[in-house]
């Protein structure tokens, strides 16, 4: 892997490999330019070695922190340098040789006069800056301050799974089962109640809300979970909760048009006649509860509000009536806390040695029956020798802030332990995320552009960010952070001088001697955009807006001259406004995303961004792709909405890896069959309606379908309806080997399995497929697929027969999803030993045609079942048997050993 940009180390690594580069193209005949770039890599050298070291000590002093925070900026400023000056060299095209032939066709230039006067002036101020920077080193006496190594330790592969019981933290059970009673007494009251859970950061309401919410959903028509935050965008909010609760595209027809007075009369209409359950998280203001609370009607079916708070005056606000009670949440008392502390670490209670018995009562007693706390220390230890020594350095670092009070500050220094123990690489991961607001859910693969994957994973393994969804495959697809440990992300930020997060009042511009090098806009106005236009942007790498409205109001792009990221996602408000004049400019760009945005047309500027790797404008206006993109060889993503066409010349961007949102039927013939090319190609999302203008479509996208199975692909999702491409599917061949995914989003059903399903996909591990007919033997077949862990079966057909999941097949498959288009699917049952790893069971239960065997699933059956969504369909069914139906299953959910989720 090549050397990326660290918090610690800066562009040190990157810029020696760059210098590397340049000695051993043809600069090495300019015999002065060569002699001043071998200088400034072996002290610059030296300086990567030193800086290292000093990036290991437990408690460097403020000279070594100066020195460290020089040397970096020095780093990056010489990387700017000489990025800039290769680039004036050069005539902007694309090079297929990367670096090294792009110098070596750029070096003849670099003998004319000019050119040498150019660089050796630049050389020559970094060359002072380089001298200054070795001096301050050596009248610091750096080299005699003892380092402190601390070793890498692997991460616990236990952690992970420790992580998923996290969510029914010890010591929840209790106040768990006195809630969910509480809320469901009185139920022949028929009024709306309200629980209110109040404390302060890091003890566990949402996690105590959750586990409420977990455990009674399942009594509620329908049920939502929102959180708040400090800044509340009610008009989201309530649109978050009529998506969770109305399953009827046809209501939530034009939602994103709704103002929020309309979005909270749309909520109050689908809720009157429903009992709802919803749970509304981290209110922080009793003007952001009289805002929200009002979509709520005060029906007579026994809904239910459950609120939390750290604000004991909100929390009142909350409960006026006499039938509404308010909860203040207490620490985890001491055998709680030994508990979660010592299963963390050892997996058991009861494996604590000895002589780590008294250090780790001292440890607890200074984390104070603070769940977070525990847990950050609890993670840190574990990746320790179990030796005294190690324990009593951690709690001898603890220090006695937790011993005056349980105050944030308290909080912020047992947060910041698991900060310092980090890896350079993990800490640079961890202060990416200061790049998002308060419960912002991060997308995995947003968070990940720069890092490795496998550090985002090691983050939760610490339990420094929170999962938010776990996939089919077991991976995180994103994660939030939890507000303690953003306050903690922020302010090392602001001290490494690695992101300027300019969040309203909140905003610190940090050290005015450091230019700012990473901005994320979360909040702003017109007074503060003129504040930050006064700044001197040129150095930014990477600009992450998430906030909207005032957008039009920021400084100009020609502002951004060095940016390598550029992120627009989300801002769905004004980016339609805001000049993007000078995005041709921006010669370094690897990354630009306006997903899920309000912009209508790609700026003309970005088909001259010959270094760009990602384009994301999926969930955008954006209707036609300029033929120019196709110049831009270096892309790996490129993410459209549907119904773009394919540019003409695709299959000269050899890199793609990732192609997603072209229809088909709108584009030339001859671009389908390019579409066949990039032999790099992993991922394929296209629209691929029926076409009645161009037969040879569906021909043509079929066999680059099979020319692309001889290359990497690995997903394929095809939306649309084009029976004859669904037809020809039936002989796809060669199959891609490495197939792990394909999806339909069309109503086509097959009229029987694919012959390609039949063979040896030892890889597929996601099928989302239609059949008209499914019968006992179709499922046998899907049960022989060995990597099989979801799998989405719709049908178009009456089946009035009940259809048996014997047991056997299907050995690794974790969600089943079984549904209709239309009137069709049947009654499914489970034998004994069906579906032995399943978790997230969700189907469609005809009532009227399964009163005819009872209203019998046989989830008993299914021992890892955690999940399961029942949608009940009543026509022809009276009100009895449809009640009969849910008592029924709900008695087999509450039976069940694992109490799974049960959703009707």
Same mark, same amino acid.
């Given at each position: 892997?090549?050397?990326?940009?660290?918090?610690?180390?800066?562009?040190?690594?990157?810029?020696?490999?760059?210098?590397?580069?340049?000695?051993?193209?043809?600069?090495?005949?300019?015999?002065?330019?060569?002699?001043?770039?071998?200088?400034?890599?072996?002290?610059?050298?030296?300086?990567?070695?030193?800086?290292?070291?000093?990036?290991?000590?437990?408690?460097?002093?403020?000279?070594?922190?100066?020195?460290?925070?020089?040397?970096?900026?020095?780093?990056?400023?010489?990387?700017?340098?000489?990025?800039?000056?290769?680039?004036?060299?050069?005539?902007?095209?694309?090079?297929?040789?990367?670096?090294?032939?792009?110098?070596?066709?750029?070096?003849?230039?670099?003998? *004319?006069?000019?050119?040498?006067?150019?660089?050796?002036?630049?050389?020559?101020?970094?060359?002072?800056?380089?001298?200054?920077?070795?001096?301050?080193?050596?009248?610091?006496?750096?080299?005699?301050?003892?380092?402190?190594? #601390?070793?890498?330790?692997?991460?616990?592969?236990?952690?992970?799974?420790?992580?998923?019981?996290?969510?029914?933290?010890?010591?929840?059970?209790?106040?768990?089962?006195?809630?969910?009673?509480?809320?469901?007494?009185?139920?022949?009251?028929?009024?709306?109640?309200?629980?209110?859970?109040?404390?302060?950061?890091?003890?566990?309401?949402?996690?105590?809300?959750?586990?409420?919410?977990?455990?009674? @959903?399942?009594?509620?028509?329908?049920?939502?979970?929102?959180?708040?935050?400090?800044?509340?965008?009610?008009?989201?909010?309530?649109?978050?909760?009529?998506? @969770?609760?109305?399953?009827?595209?046809?209501?939530?027809?034009?939602?994103?048009?709704?103002?929020?007075?309309?979005?909270?009369?749309?909520?109050?209409?689908?809720?009157?006649?429903?009992?709802?359950?919803?749970?509304?998280?981290?209110?922080?203001?009793?003007?952001?509860?009289?805002?929200?609370?009002?979509?709520?009607?005060?029906?007579?079916?026994?809904?239910?509000?459950?609120?939390?708070?750290?604000?004991?005056?909100?929390?009142?606000?909350?409960?006026?009536?006499?039938?509404?009670?308010?909860?203040?949440?207490?620490?985890?008392?001491?055998?709680?806390?030994?508990?979660?502390?010592?299963?963390?670490?050892?997996?058991?209670?009861?494996?604590?040695?000895?002589?780590?018995?008294?250090?780790?009562? *001292?440890?607890?007693?200074?984390?104070?029956?603070?769940?977070?706390?525990?847990?950050?220390?609890?993670?840190?230890?574990?990746?320790?020798?179990?030796?005294?020594?190690?324990?009593?350095?951690?709690?001898?670092?603890?220090?006695?802030?937790?011993?005056?009070?349980?105050?944030?500050?308290?909080?912020?220094?047992?947060?910041?332990?698991?900060?310092?123990?980090?890896?350079?690489?993990?800490?640079?991961?961890?202060?990416?995320?200061?790049?998002?607001?308060?419960?912002?859910?991060?997308?995995?693969?947003?968070?990940?552009?720069?890092?490795?994957?496998?550090?985002?994973?090691?983050?939760?393994?610490?339990?420094?960010?929170?999962?938010?969804?776990?996939?089919?495959?077991?991976?995180?697809?994103?994660?939030?952070?939890?507000?303690?440990?953003?306050?903690?992300?922020?302010?090392? #930020?602001?001290?490494?001088?690695?992101?300027?997060?300019?969040?309203?009042?909140?905003?610190?511009?940090?050290?005015?001697?450091?230019?700012?090098?990473?901005?994320?806009?979360?909040?702003?106005?017109?007074?503060?955009?003129?504040?930050?236009?006064?700044?001197?942007?040129?150095?930014?790498?990477?600009?992450?807006?998430?906030?909207?409205?005032?957008?039009?109001?920021?400084?100009?792009?020609?502002?951004?001259? *060095?940016?390598?990221?550029?992120?627009?996602?989300?801002?769905?408000?004004?980016?339609?406004?805001?000049?993007?004049?000078?995005?041709?400019?921006?010669?370094?760009?690897?990354?630009?995303?306006?997903?899920?945005?309000?912009?209508?047309?790609?700026?003309?500027?970005?088909?001259?961004?010959?270094?760009?790797?990602?384009?994301?404008?999926?969930?955008?206006?954006?209707?036609?792709?300029?033929?120019?993109?196709?110049?831009?060889?270096?892309?790996?993503?490129?993410?459209?909405?549907?119904?773009?066409?394919?540019?003409?010349?695709?299959?000269?961007?050899?890199?793609?890896?990732?192609?997603?949102?072209?229809?088909?039927?709108?584009?030339?013939?001859?671009?389908?069959?390019?579409?066949?090319?990039?032999?790099?190609?992993?991922?394929?999302?296209? @629209?691929?309606?029926?076409?009645?203008?161009?037969?040879?479509?569906?021909?043509?996208?079929?066999?680059?379908?099979?020319?692309?199975?001889?290359?990497?692909?690995?997903?394929?999702?095809?939306?649309?309806?084009?029976?004859?491409?669904?037809?020809?599917?039936?002989?796809?061949?060669?199959?891609?080997?490495?197939?792990?995914?394909?999806?339909?989003?069309?109503?086509?059903?097959?009229?029987?399995?694919?012959?390609?399903?039949?063979?040896?996909?030892?890889?597929?591990?996601?099928?989302?497929?239609?059949?008209?007919?499914?019968?006992?033997?179709?499922?046998?077949?899907?049960?022989?697929?060995?990597?099989?862990?979801?799998?989405?079966?719709?049908?178009?057909?009456?089946?009035?027969?009940?259809?048996?999941?014997?047991?056997?097949?299907?050995?690794?498959?974790?969600?089943?999803?079984?549904?209709?288009?239309?009137?069709?699917?049947?009654?499914?049952?489970?034998?004994?030993?069906?579906?032995?790893?399943?978790?997230?069971?969700?189907?469609?239960?005809?009532?009227?045609?399964?009163?005819?065997?009872?209203?019998?699933?046989?989830?008993?059956?299914?021992?890892?079942?955690?999940?399961?969504?029942?949608?009940?369909?009543?026509?022809?069914?009276?009100?009895?048997?449809?009640?009969?139906?849910?008592?029924?299953?709900?008695?087999?959910?509450?039976?069940?050993?694992?109490?799974?989720?049960?959703?009707?």
């Amino acid at each position: 892997m090549a050397p990326v940009v660290t918090a610690a180390l800066g562009a040190l690594g990157p810029l020696l490999g760059k210098l590397a580069d340049l000695l051993a193209t043809e600069c090495r005949r300019l015999k002065g330019v060569r002699r001043e770039i071998r200088s400034h890599k072996a002290e610059l050298a030296g300086m990567h070695g030193a800086l290292i070291k000093y990036t290991k000590l437990e408690n460097p002093d403020d000279q070594v922190k100066i020195w460290v925070s020089l040397v970096r900026e020095l780093s990056y400023d010489t990387e700017d340098c000489f990025d800039k000056f290769i680039h004036q060299l050069g005539d902007g095209g694309s090079s297929d040789g990367g670096f090294k032939e792009f110098l070596r066709k750029t070096a003849r230039r670099l003998k *004319t006069l000019g050119a040498r006067h150019g660089i050796a002036s630049q050389i020559d101020d970094l060359k002072l800056r380089i001298k200054e920077v070795k001096e301050l080193k050596t009248s610091y006496k750096l080299d005699d301050i003892a380092s402190s190594t #601390s070793g890498n330790a692997a991460v616990d592969p236990r952690l992970a799974a420790l992580f998923a019981e996290e969510a029914h933290l010890v010591g929840v059970d209790g106040p768990r089962d006195d809630l969910a009673k509480w809320v469901m007494e009185d139920e022949n009251k028929h009024g709306r109640k309200v629980l209110s859970i109040v404390g302060f950061g890091g003890l566990g309401k949402t996690t105590l809300a959750n586990e409420v919410y977990r455990k009674i @959903q399942g009594h509620f028509d329908c049920h939502a979970l929102v959180s708040v935050s400090q800044k509340p965008d009610t008009k989201k909010i309530i649109k978050d909760v009529i998506s @969770q609760v109305s399953y009827s595209d046809e209501f939530k027809k034009d939602i994103e048009i709704w103002d929020e007075k309309k979005s909270i009369s749309k909520l109050r209409e689908l809720l009157q006649e429903k009992r709802y359950l919803v749970i509304i998280d981290d209110i922080w203001s009793i003007v952001a509860w009289n805002a929200i609370s009002c979509a709520f009607p005060e029906n007579s079916c026994s809904s239910r509000i459950v609120a939390t708070t750290r604000i004991i005056e909100v929390a009142s606000s909350c409960c006026p009536g006499p039938d509404d009670q308010i909860y203040e949440m207490k620490p985890l008392s001491d055998l709680h806390s030994e508990r979660l502390f010592l299963r963390r670490i050892f997996g058991s209670e009861n494996c604590c040695p000895d002589m780590l018995t008294e250090v780790s009562n *001292t440890i607890l007693k200074k984390c104070g029956g603070l769940p977070l706390a525990i847990i950050s220390i609890s993670g840190l230890l574990a990746n320790r020798p179990r030796v005294k020594e190690e324990w009593e350095k951690v709690k001898r670092s603890i220090g006695s802030d937790l011993n005056k009070s349980q105050s944030l500050k308290g909080m912020e220094n047992i947060l910041s332990l698991s900060y310092n123990d980090l890896p350079p690489n993990l800490k640079t991961v961890l202060l990416h995320l200061s790049n998002f607001p308060e419960d912002y859910v991060i997308d995995r693969e947003r968070s990940c552009q720069e890092v490795a994957e496998s550090y985002f994973y090691e983050l939760i393994n610490k339990s420094l960010v929170q999962p938010v969804d776990i996939g089919y495959d077991g991976k995180v697809q994103a994660c939030r952070v939890h507000d303690m440990m953003l306050e903690l992300i922020i302010s090392k #930020s602001i001290e490494e001088n690695f992101i300027t997060v300019v969040n309203g009042s909140q905003t610190v511009w940090g050290n005015s001697q450091c230019s700012i090098r990473r901005l994320s806009i979360q909040d702003i106005d017109q007074e503060l955009a003129s504040e930050l236009a006064k700044k001197d942007l040129s150095h930014v790498r990477s600009l992450v807006i998430t906030a909207s409205g005032c957008i039009k109001h920021l400084p100009s792009l020609t502002k951004f001259e *060095t940016l390598r990221v550029l992120d627009f996602e989300g801002c769905r408000m004004g980016l339609v406004k805001y000049d993007m004049d000078g995005m041709e400019n921006l010669f370094q760009l690897k990354y630009l995303s306006f997903k899920k945005t309000d912009i209508r047309e790609l700026p003309s500027g970005v088909v001259m961004l010959h270094d760009l790797e990602t384009l994301d404008l999926r969930i955008t206006e954006i209707r036609e792709m300029p033929s120019r993109i196709v110049q831009l060889t270096k892309l790996q993503h490129l993410c459209c909405g549907f119904q773009q066409k394919i540019p003409i010349g695709i299959g000269n961007i050899t890199n793609l890896r990732e192609i997603s949102g072209f229809y088909i039927t709108m584009s030339s013939v001859g671009a389908v069959v390019e579409l066949g090319s990039p032999i790099n190609l992993e991922v394929l999302d296209v @629209q691929c309606e029926e076409s009645q203008e161009c037969n040879s479509h569906a021909e043509m996208f079929h066999s680059s379908l099979c020319k692309l199975g001889s290359y990497k692909l690995q997903s394929v999702c095809i939306y649309g309806s084009n029976s004859s491409l669904f037809e020809l599917l039936d002989s796809w061949s060669p199959l891609p080997s490495r197939l792990q995914r394909f999806g339909m989003g069309t109503p086509y059903c097959f009229s029987k399995l694919p012959q390609w399903i039949t063979s040896k996909l030892t890889s597929l591990a996601y099928l989302d497929i239609n059949l008209s007919v499914i019968t006992e033997e179709v499922l046998g077949i899907l049960g022989e697929l060995p990597a099989l862990l979801s799998l989405n079966l719709y049908t178009n057909t009456v089946h009035k027969d009940r259809l048996v999941l014997q047991g056997r097949g299907f050995r690794c498959l974790k969600e089943f999803f079984y549904g209709p288009f239309d009137e069709g699917a049947g009654t499914l049952v489970f034998e004994k030993g069906a579906l032995p790893k399943l978790e997230k069971l969700r189907l469609w239960f005809f009532v009227s045609m399964a009163k005819a065997y009872g209203f019998y699933l046989g989830i008993e059956h299914l021992p890892y079942l955690k999940d399961v969504h029942v949608f009940l369909q009543n026509r022809n069914a009276t009100s009895p048997e449809v009640e009969a139906a849910k008592v029924a299953i709900r008695d087999e959910a509450s039976l069940h050993p694992n109490h799974p989720r049960l959703t009707l």
